[in-house]
């Protein structure tokens, strides 16, 4: 919870009377103005069965040109986090401005696993089909797209891209886990559900009586998808050369063989990747904002904008 009380500055009250006029021109039902260039837009969604949210930052020069079509960057938060950590653990408005792309950060649920959960909501369908549809319709989003996540957000972007080959120009994981089946890994998911209060077989139901449905949905099983799609992999050792901050290095280390085993099978498959793996490290933004930064050119290409 992060709370302070200042005074009120004129910049601030600039920005806010330019965010209310994005809320108009928009409509205040669907879209409420949190910024200069940012607005939360409540989506009503047949895959949920209910209205989520996603957080967009707007182009410098949305307003005054009114036929430009923009690249996507979509960015997906983690577990236990929700479709603002991007604004509130980045500079993410800021470093994007004068370049030309909207920014959306769409709502994954609790867990932040953007996935078709076995008998439950679909943040799949809600993420690559009922956003997009509404960027291209209401904010004239092209169909140039890019996607970058956190932890389970990183599982996000890598199985998106691979399950749906062709739709993004770019991929880009930091902290993701990005082999569901690797040793332990499925009672890490199991705990992450748990800790939300669902019963962890609701996801994909048990790993062994429903080991189809798991490998379908794990980005190292559906690596062949990747091919053609740029790629960015970062991940830490965590315990292994860490600082003592035990519980976010434990949470690095246990992922760390599922995201060598990933780009492992990137190699067999000759699918190109570019890597990160770096001594040390936790599972937290004080690395993963490094490694958006050192991913950037990756992503600013898949974009075709400036770097």
Known sequence: MHRRTTGVSRRTVTKAAAGAGLAVLFGARTAAAVGSRTVDVSVSSAALGRSAPVRLILPSGFGSQPTRTYPVLYLLHGAHDDYTSWTRETDIEAFTEGRDLIVAMPDAGPTGIPTAWRGGPDYETFQLKEVPALLARDYRASGVRVVAGVS?????????????????????SYSGILDTMAPGVPTLM????????????????????NLLTWRDFNPRNRAAGLRGTALYVSSGSGLAGGTGDWLPEALESALWPSAHAFTDTLALQRIPVTTHFYAGG??????????????WPLLARGLGVPQ
């Open 190 to 209: 199991d705990v992450i559900v748990a800790r939300e209060n669902l019963v962890p077989t609701s996801l994909w139901g048990n790993p062994f009586l």
């Open 152 to 172: 389970t957000g990183g599982y996000g972007a890598m199985a998106h891209a691979a399950r749906h080959p062709g739709m993004f120009t770019a991929a880009a």
């Open 282 to 295: 936790g599972h937290s933004w004080a690395y993963w904002k490094q490694e958006f930064t050192a991913s």
